[in-house]
């Protein structure tokens, strides 16, 4: 394995020249970052009037969903009844029961586009309640959707400061090919994921465990094609004790491990179906970090491509089904779960989703289980909410605190630990990013900071996008 370049002692700084950069223009509403958040919170400010600029850092939308291939789309529905068993031959999970959504809005604008272009299964309990969807498709839709409500794009462009203006409005610095270009906004959305902007403004937060401050690990997913599902099946049924819906293989894996084939941080291999018969999105590379670190996140990569090799060999050689198997595609980059968690004018609990709590201020709710992965190796916690419930997630946990003119969306909002966990999953990040962008819409045509937009007129507006809010 190659060796990674070593992080200096102490951190030493150099002092950089000063430079001139490119003035790419300004807009009411900026978001930052790509992903579903940043999709939501687009789609959201441009459908309250504002004229918005999206910019990504890499050259297609999508985030982790096409980035990190992290697919499918988990549930974001409550269960209102228990599951009572399922259908493994459909290789998606089988844990959860029937229930309603609790995310809409652009999120189901993004599906629909899906689901007519052929990239994805509608979720229903024949999915388990996921979306599984096709990445290119989702690239390609997405582009469609924001040019449908005139949201301008620059690609390509990674944001590396922030500043306010004198005119109350914010100056962001985006290093390009083409040299620094800044771009000017009376309100800006984060949307980078890990918070980057809101940590340049100096706005506080919170990174991993209370105890230890270590985070979930990071995974590089993949995509593997040619696989036999019937062969697969087959050997599924005959050992019902080795693959529970989506995951095991336990004993094959041992014999591995024995003949020093596989070294994995995790005890089993996770893989899902995907819109094609014979493709599986493949969730079992692990490894710990910081992905805020570029010496973690290069120790990341070259750690979890070594894996993907041992478990494609494995598959290829000692899984049925999987003899004329290969790798189609890995992510861009290795899939990050937990960075910074911006600290707001409410920060959410465990407590506060395991008990279903509701708020007056809520502009998004989630049912997602609790979902915490060991950075320490294997093993997953796993709590569920209470049967048929749904927890809000307030305005209060995208405003953060001593800071003006932005907010946050997606998986940075304010949270502990235990509810990050929870609402850092995709289609909750699309909804309270489209609630971002609902909230910076409004309060640019108002001339005043967000934090002073009432959030029963970001609910209404919400609500008037089609948004699922408690009535």
């Not at 209404?460 to 948004?467: E, F, P, S, T």
Request: proline share 7%; charged share 20%.
């Amino acid at each position: 394995m190659m060796n990674a370049l070593e992080q200096p002692h102490g951190m030493p700084s150099v002092q950089l020249p000063p430079r001139k950069a490119t003035h790419g223009g300004r807009a009411e509403v900026l978001v930052v970052g790509g992903g579903p958040a940043g999709i939501g919170a687009a789609t959201g400010a441009a459908a309250a009037g504002a004229d918005v600029v999206l910019v990504e850092r890499y050259g297609f939308l999508g985030g982790n969903a096409t980035a990190a291939l992290v697919m499918p789309l988990m549930s974001f529905h409550n269960e209102m009844k228990q599951a009572v068993g399922g259908d493994d031959n459909r290789l998606l999970p089988t844990d959860h029961g029937e229930g309603e959504p609790v995310v809409a809005g652009v999120l189901w604008t993004l599906l629909d586009h899906l689901v007519r272009a052929g990239g994805a299964t509608p979720p229903d309990p024949s999915t388990g309640y996921t979306v599984p969807f096709d990445p290119e498709l989702f690239k390609l839709v997405t582009y469609d959707m924001l040019a449908g409500c005139g949201v301008r794009l620059l690609l390509h462009a990674f944001a590396s400061d922030l500043m306010p203006l004198p005119d109350g409005g914010s100056r962001v610095v985006f290093e390009t090919k083409s040299g620094p270009v800044v771009l000017d906004a009376d309100v800006v959305v984060d949307c980078t994921g890990d918070g980057d902007l809101a940590a340049a403004t100096g706005a506080p937060y919170e990174i991993g465990r209370p105890d230890d401050g270590l985070t979930q690990p990071m995974t590089l997913m993949f995509r593997i094609g040619n696989m036999d599902r019937a062969g697969f099946l087959e050997y599924a049924h005959e050992h019902p004790d080795q693959w529970k819906g989506v995951h095991g293989l336990w004993d094959l894996i041992r014999q591995a491990r024995d003949a020093g084939e596989l070294d994995l941080p995790r005890e089993d291999i996770l893989f899902f179906a995907t819109p094609h018969p014979d493709e599986v999105s493949v969730n079992s590379t692990r490894v710990g970090g910081l992905g805020i670190s570029v010496w973690d996140l290069t120790r990341a990569e070259l750690a979890t491509h070594q894996q993907l090799a041992q478990i494609a060999r494995f598959l290829h050689t000692r899984v049925p089904g999987f003899e004329h198997s290969y790798v189609m595609q890995s992510g861009v980059q290795v899939g990050v779960r937990e960075t910074r968690r911006v600290l707001g004018d409410y920060q959410l609990t465990g407590e506060d989703v395991l008990s279903a709590r509701s708020f007056d201020d809520v502009i998004a709710r989630g049912a997602y289980p609790v979902d915490i992965h060991n950075p320490n190796g294997p093993g997953t916690i796993l709590r569920r909410l209470p049967q048929g419930c749904s927890y809000d997630i307030p305005l209060r946990t995208l405003l953060p605190r001593d800071t003006d003119g932005l907010l946050v969306a997606g998986r940075c909002i304010s949270g502990d630990h235990v509810a990050h966990s929870s609402y850092r999953i995709m289609p909750i990040s699309m909804a309270t990013g489209q609630a971002a962008g609902v909230c910076a819409a409004l309060a640019a045509h108002a001339g005043k900071p967000p934090r002073e937009i009432p959030a029963s007129q970001v609910q209404r507006v919400l609500r008037a996008q089609g948004a699922s809010l408690p009535t």
